[in-house]
């Protein structure tokens, strides 16, 4: 016995993404009573990349255009879906669905619902789920007879009428910042001169913190513009220099979101309205966020005949939030300063802009917060039709739907490289209409069912895209109009009586924006999924007992093929970046748009996968183990590079595949049904490896992400997104060679020098309910994933690391090694003897960019990603004023362990997927205390 039962919404409404073939999905996770779905994990397959829904069902996410979306909660099974390119993500309704019964007999004791299973039943874009085509068809909440002398089916749905419920929350969250660099403080502003460290200000423009100790000096008192209690002089001991934390800046974050929904059912009418608002102070203060939501559903059910119409519309405005890299160069600025300098100082902010610590080389952080007024502002509507009809074995579909999103941008770059206004403008439009009929043939004697399906879907989206630089009138425009149509053909056949399912078809796709404009006609998916326990049961009469083996179990086998365009409300200004040497940061700013090459083709995604499912119940305790190996292959890969002209722009870079696997295994128990003591404990392990088997351009590598010294690339042979940059020299035996001086020997050639893709991932999920408590964490292990910390060799360049400040006095250190003549290296040297100059000095000799090499560090990590209390009451009696009521508090990203010396190892270079392995004073993660109060009326 099959039972469906609606359980929750998943709001997937995609904003538009600052970040090449990325998308930013966001939404909230709720239930069919409306209540948020907190502890829900969304993760990009095969990376370390994901986020969990907050205590209001929230949650934020950008991942590329094509990844595939792994959803999973405790409790129930992991579904999966395709991020779009060219249609709006929107509202996706999962289900849950319990597995079917073995037909042999089963206790009383460990009959029940079994597991659920997140599956989609009317997504409103094409393709989630490339197999189960026909759950967009299905009819809710009726029942369907069929009188055989008449031939006829007739319906029969359930009408009900219920008191309007009013659903408020409120949530309060706060935030400050987690993991950051460790900086030293032992050590001044300056550097050596005439064999000693010697003190420099910021009247000298010094920028390294290569001075004395900070024990050693002292205030002289004088008149000095640079620090209200004058310039630093050297007493030998007893000094009373300060030195300043520059984490300072950065205060706590505030967020506060209202929720208010009413929603009911009158008869052959659903409907839903909600309102939310939310605004938030981030840590940085002149940051400010709102964000406001307004939402209509109306569902009309009579018979066979459906209708369903929704209604979305959201502003959000942001001042000062990141973008184009301003949080990155504000940290830059802020702790490259030297310890005993005072960003806040009277005498230093007695000017305009405010000075700092070295003039021409950086920026004081209090006045790009206060100079920059850098806006951005986010409107969207989008409108949705959708009508279905049953007759008899014929069901027949019509969708439509229409997002039109607005976009502003104004940035004020004030920085001592650029005094620009520049302002950007997108219009984007889209707007679909799909159809559908399918036809069921059933032989309920032989317990056949065939059902067959022909869909077509029309996309139309239209990019209208400006930019105007004020301050030297130029402008430039892009202007796009996107056409595209799919049909598609499926098939499916079930079979009862050995519970044996197929599914086949196949899609044909046509675009006019990818060269030739012709039909892509080979799309083909095809799924087959037997439950082998019932095929032994019905073929060979072997009776199963239920307490020796397995309630369920099943295996399918699947394969698919997609095409996936550049997606046109993207705005992939990071590339930029890779125009940069890395040491030019402070100089950063994304000035060039990004084009498109000339015979631009989509990406072709394939897929195949194995899965095998497995479901045990021995009385109140359950077990459920699922796997899945897939094997992904994308050919014409699309990115946004640097051309042969120096050009940005989308180009088809290469081919590579993807081979992992996916086990998770849960254990669920209701041990004491009076006490409703209820405990879940799901454990999920992945492995992925990816290797990249064409790289079109000529060079064999093509870079993705990064530095003109160092980025991500795709090597032909070599996982995706290898770390490319200058490394040591080293001799055939692997040995690194020491220069005449007694240090490692920079090599001239540049290689691969680390790979970002973790080992593997695990995730350990427990859910705790007792009485009228919830209790729920999250935890989060990865093994490997080099990540080049750029940051730490800056820093060590400039003399602020906590490294420098703790091996700076090291002498008579001999490196491992052998000399240029291949003999032992016996050379002894000191780490920073001022005697030697600056350029003598172990972390400075090699310039600031430093060796891409010394700076590889792993990525690992233990981290509590989520932990979470509530306590709720729920009132039966339609009498009482207050039906349900819940308070709860949740912490996100609480602890962290890791060997990474650097900010969070899950942060990436502006933010971006694709800059994941690239630490270049990227923005600290942040933790989260969440304190949330609903009540239903």
């Given at each position: 016995?099959?039972?469906t039962?609606?359980?929750l919404?998943?709001?997937l ?31 990009i397959?095969g ?5 969990v829904?907050?205590?209001e ?10 990844a ?10 992991t ?16 289900t ?8 042999t ?40 007879k069929y ?35 460790k ?8 550097s ?10 910021g ?7 290569w ?21 630093l ?5 007893g ?30 009418l ?7 608002h ?12 709102t964000n406001?939501n ?23 405005r ?23 300098f ?9 000017v ?10 950086s ?31 014929w069901?027949f ?23 620009d ?11 679909n209409?799909?159809g ?40 430039y425009?892009?202007?796009v ?8 053909w ?20 046509h ?41 369920f179990?099943?295996v399918s086998?699947?394969y ?13 200004l990071?590339?930029?970046s ?29 897929k ?11 009385g ?35 081919a ?6 996916e086990?998770?295994?849960?254990f ?15 454990v999920?392990?992945e492995?992925?490896?990816?290797k ?7 060079s ?23 770390l490319?940059g200058?490394?040591?020299e ?16 920079e ?14 991932v ?23 994933g ?9 820093l ?20 491992d ?29 090699y ?28 009132n ?16 996100e990203?609480?602890?962290?362990w ?5 900010v969070?190892?899950q ?17 600290p ?13």
């Amino acid at each position: 016995m099959r039972i469906t039962l609606t359980f929750l919404c998943l709001l997937l409404m995609g904003v538009l993404s600052a970040f090449g073939q990325d998308r930013t999905l966001e939404g909230i996770m709720l239930d069919s009573n409306g209540e948020p779905m907190p502890g829900a994990s969304l993760s990009i397959k095969g990376t370390n990349i994901g986020t969990v829904t907050d205590m209001e069902g929230h949650y934020k996410l950008t991942a590329p255009v094509g990844a595939t979306i792994v959803v999973s909660l405790v409790g129930y099974k992991t579904r999966e879906f395709v991020v779009p390119g060219n249609s709006p993500v929107e509202i996706v309704k999962p289900t849950v669905t319990t597995v079917k019964q073995k037909k042999t007999s089963v206790s009383p004791a460990s009959s029940g619902k079994g597991i659920g299973v997140l599956d989609d039943s009317s997504p409103t874009y094409v393709p989630i789920d490339y197999y189960n085509i026909f759950n967009r068809y299905a009819l809710s909440n009726y029942e369907v007879k069929y009188k055989q002398h008449k031939g006829k089916y007739t319906f029969k749905r359930k009408e009900e009428y219920t008191i309007p419920t009013l659903q408020y929350r409120l949530s309060t969250k706060v935030g400050w910042i987690g993991k950051a660099p460790k900086l030293q403080d032992s050590f001044a502003q300056g550097s050596p001169n005439e064999g000693s460290y010697q003190w420099k200000g910021g009247d000298q423009q010094e920028m390294f913190s290569w001075g004395p100790r900070v024990s050693q000096l002292r205030y002289d008192g004088s008149s000095y513009p640079y620090d209200v209690n004058g310039s630093l002089e050297s007493v030998g001991t007893g000094g009373n220099a300060k030195t300043y934390d520059p984490y300072d800046l950065f205060k706590p974050s505030f967020s506060h979101r209202h929720y208010l929904a009413l929603n009911g059912k009158a008869g052959i009418l659903n409907y839903k309205s909600s309102y939310s608002h939310e605004s938030i102070d981030g840590i940085i203060k002149p940051s400010e966020r709102t964000n406001d939501n307004l939402s209509f559903d109306l569902g009309i059910r009579k018979r066979a005949f459906e209708a369903d119409f929704n209604y979305y519309y959201g502003q959000k405005r942001d001042k000062w939030f990141p973008m184009n890299g301003n949080y990155q160069q504000l940290l830059f600025n802020l702790i490259t300063t030297p310890p005993t300098f005072h960003n806040k100082d009277e005498n230093v902010r007695s000017v305009q802009p405010y000075r700092t610590y070295a003039a021409g080389w950086s920026r004081n952080p209090y006045s790009m917060m206060e100079d920059d007024l850098s806006l951005q502002k986010y409107n969207s509507h989008m409108a949705g039709l959708g009508l279905s009809y049953h007759l008899e074995k014929w069901k027949f579909m019509l969708n439509s739907t229409y997002q039109r999103r607005w976009q502003d941008q104004r940035y004020d770059v004030n920085s001592f490289a650029r005094t620009d206004d520049i302002s950007r403008n997108l219009d984007f439009q889209y707007w679909n209409a799909d159809g559908g009929i399918s036809k069921e043939f059933t032989d309920y004697y032989r317990e056949f069912h065939y059902e067959t399906l022909l869909h077509y879907l029309f996309e139309s989206s239209l990019r209208d895209y400006g930019v105007q630089n004020i301050s030297e009138s130029r402008a430039y425009s892009d202007y796009v109009e996107r056409k595209s149509s799919s049909l598609k053909w499926g098939n499916e056949l079930r079979w009862d009586y050995l519970d044996i399912q197929l599914s086949l078809g196949n899609t044909f796709y046509h675009s006019n924006t990818f060269s030739g404009g012709k039909w892509k006609p080979w799309a083909p998916y095809a799924k087959a999924t037997i439950h082998p326990l019932y095929i032994l049961d019905e073929l060979a009469g072997l009776y199963v007992d239920p307490f020796s083996s397995p309630d369920f179990f099943e295996v399918s086998l699947g394969y698919y093929r997609s095409y996936q365009e550049w997606a046109l409300e993207a705005n992939p200004l990071y590339a930029n970046s890779m125009t940069y040497s890395s040491q030019d940061w402070n100089t950063y700013y994304p000035t060039q748009e990004v084009g498109r090459a000339n015979g631009l083709q989509p990406e072709q995604y394939g897929k195949f996968d194995l899965n095998f499912r497995s479901f045990v119940r021995l009385g109140a305790v359950s077990l459920t183990m699922e796997a899945s190996n897939y094997h992904y292959q994308v050919e014409n890969m699309l990115a946004p590079v640097v051309s042969e002209e120096q050009l940005l722009q989308y180009e088809n870079v290469g081919a590579y595949q993807n081979k992992g696997w996916e086990v998770s295994l849960e254990f669920a128990g209701n041990f004491n049904y009076k006490e409703n003591f209820k405990l879940k404990q799901k454990v999920s392990w992945e492995r992925a490896r990816t290797k990249v088997s064409e790289v079109y351009n000529p060079s064999g590598r093509q870079q993705l992400a990064g530095f003109t010294n160092i980025g991500k690339y795709i090597v032909e042979g070599q996982p995706l997104g290898v770390l490319v940059g200058t490394r040591f020299e080293k001799d055939a035996f692997g040995n690194l060679v020491i220069d005449s001086e007694g240090f490692t020997m920079e090599s001239d050639q540049v290689g691969i020098i680390g790979d970002p893709n973790p080992d593997w991932v695990i995730q350990s999920a427990t859910s705790l309910t007792y009485r009228k408590w919830q209790f729920n964490m999250i935890w989060d292990f990865k093994h490997g994933g080099d990540v080049w910390n750029g940051t730490r060799q800056m820093l060590d360049y400039l003399g602020r690391s906590a490294s420098t400040g703790e091996q700076r006095e090291v002498t008579g250190y001999v490196f491992d090694g052998v000399t240029q003549t291949g003999e032992p290296n016996q050379m002894a040297v000191d780490f920073a003897d001022p005697a030697n100059g600056l350029e003598g000095n172990r972390w400075v000799r090699y310039g600031p960019e430093g060796v891409g090499e010394a700076g590889i560090e792993d990525g690992s990590w233990v981290r509590l990603q989520s932990l979470s209390l509530g306590y709720s009451i729920t009132n039966k009696s339609d009498d009482k004023l207050i039906r349900a009521w819940k308070v709860s508090v949740v912490g996100e990203n609480l602890l962290l362990w890791t060997p990474y010396t650097g900010v969070d190892p899950q942060t990436s270079l502006l933010g971006q997927p694709s800059g994941m392995g690239i630490d270049y004073f990227n923005t600290p993660s942040m933790r989260t205390i969440q304190f949330k109060l609903s009540f239903t009326l």
